[in-house]
Each structure stands twice: as C-alpha cells, then as structure tokens.
C-alpha cells in the first residue's frame, strides 16, 4: 500500500514539470489575442455555456468581475455528478458528440440508476451504448470504474473528488483502467470547474501548426507543455475556441474530408497569421 502512494507522488509530481521549458510560447499575450480572434469570429460555442456557467457561479466567490453569460438565452441546467461527466466522457472517446449524448441518453434511460449498471452483463451495457461506437471497450471500462469505486468507497460516487488538490483529484481518475490523460483533463475542466487545458486531436494540431509546441511533441507532452504555459483565467475559453475552431476550419487541419466542417467566416481564418509566423521563426 505505501509502494502504490509512493508512486503516485511520483507521477503527480511528474505532471508539474514541462517538457519543453526552453519553448517560451505561448505568451499569455498570444493566449489572449487568440481567445479573442477566435470569439470575435465564432462566439461562445454554445454546447459549453452551461459548464461555462457553472464555473463562474463556482468562481464568484473569489472574482466578484465574472459575471454568467445571458441566463435567459442558456439554462444553465442542473449541474451534473462526477461520475456523470466521467462516464460521458468515456462515451465520447472516438466519435462524435452527437452520437456519445445519445449513448448516455441510452445507458441512463436504460438503467436507472449506477447500481443498476453494475449488476448488468457487460453485453447489456454495450447494447445501451453501441450508437456510440467502440461498446465493448467502453462498456468494459464503464464496469471497471463503478466495480473499483465499491471497493475502494463502499458506494458509487465520485462527488468525494470536489474537496481534493487537482494534483491528488488526477491520481485518483488516473488508477481507473482506460482513463487517460484527456480524460482526466476533461473532466478537471467541465465537471469539477478545475483550471485545466485538455488536447483533443483538434487542439494538438493547431497547437502545432502555430507553433505553441515543437514540431514533434506529441499529445501528452503537448498537454503538459501547454498547461505550465496557458494562463489559468484562459483555460476554459480558450480550449473551447480551439476546439470548435478545429471542427470549423479546414485550414487550420490538415486532415480535410470531413463534408460536415465547413469553412470559417468567407476562408479568412484567424489563426493562419499564427502559422506564417511559426513557419518564419
């Protein structure tokens, strides 16, 4: 049991440093200026008001200046459990937001509450979420994590995380078989209104193509980078931009095909000044 803190310490401790601590970009200074282009020319993705919300209701506490965008336009709804958000971000690995709202649509209107899923043969669970592709995987990953949270708490909740460190929060959704660094991340960010940075693929390649990171860092390496980098008071808005950015654009990814993206505002994107001045330095 000490063995398995001890390493646990270790890899906090690991999150902490950047692997690229001569690579001085972002500025907070580019942050900001993106945050804004990328506003100016998408607004606020609505799919993330509510988690925007409801981390300024958390915050105003501490920042009497955030004020909750337009009430009366978005419900900021009831807020979800931990565990809520981590299952659907399980579901939403691999496919689209679409289809992982339905699947946890599905599992939740199937099963009524996690007790339930629990009990269930994994081929029940998997026939609940298979509109979102990848169900035996996820299915599997679902029953591992509500198995291992009745050992270790003696109930299915996760609700314990809100009063820890994010450092000791990351270690504990990080001993769950098949939750990842992004994983995590997300659900830092949108469920425990933590200030984090997640790298989907969409964020990794702009983080790439204007230059924030080396050529061949790769996505873990990226999140760590990016994380000691990004101010915290940008996190959230930013990350959001970039990655309903990386969804719009195809000029900004490279990996085009895609027939529901569609271009940006007349092909004038934003951040393509970014990229020549990348390609320059």
Request: aromatic share 6%.
């Given at each position: 049991m000490q063995k398995s803190r001890k390493r646990k310490q270790v890899e906090?401790?690991?999150?902490?440093?950047?692997?690229?601590?001569t690579h001085s970009r972002p500025t907070a200074e580019e942050c900001r200026g993106i945050r804004d282009e990328l506003l100016a020319l998408h607004g606020f993705p609505p799919e993330f008001v509510k988690y925007r919300n409801q981390r300024l209701k958390h915050n105003m506490t501490r920042d009497k200046n955030s004020v909750p965008l337009d009430m009366n336009e978005y419900d900021e709804g009831e807020e979800e459990s931990v565990l809520d958000g981590l299952v659907?971000?399980?579901?939403?690995?691999?496919?689209?937001?679409a289809n992982s709202l339905k699947a946890f649509a599905s599992l939740k209107s199937t099963f009524p509450t996690w007790e339930h899923v629990l009990a269930a043969e994994e081929k029940c669970i998997e026939n609940a979420i298979r509109c979102g592709g990848l169900a035996p995987t996820k299915a599997a990953c679902i029953k591992n994590i509500l198995k291992c949270l009745l050992e270790s708490k003696g109930k299915l909740c996760l609700e314990y995380l809100?009063?820890?460190?994010?450092?000791?929060?990351?270690?504990?959704?990080?001993?769950f078989r098949g939750i990842g660094p992004k994983t995590v991340a997300c659900v830092l960010m949108f469920h425990l209104q933590q200030d984090d940075f997640p790298v989907d693929?969409?964020?990794?390649?702009?983080?790439?193509a204007i230059g924030w990171v080396p050529t061949a860092a790769?996505?873990?390496?990226t999140y760590l980078h990016l994380n000691q980098r990004i101010?915290?008071?940008?996190?959230?808005?930013?990350?959001?931009?970039l990655y309903t950015h990386g969804k719009l654009c195809r000029n900004c990814i490279k990996k085009g095909g895609n027939r529901q993206r569609k271009e940006s505002a007349g092909n004038l994107c934003p951040l393509l000044n970014h990229c020549e001045k990348s390609n320059k330095t």
């Open positions: 906090v401790t690991e999150t902490r440093q950047d692997p690229y601590p659907k971000t399980v579901l939403s690995q691999n496919t689209t937001e809100r009063g820890l460190p994010i450092d000791e929060i990351k270690a504990e959704l990080s001993r693929t969409h964020v990794f390649e702009i983080s790439k790769d996505r873990n390496k101010p915290k008071e940008l996190k959230f808005d930013l990350n959001c931009l």
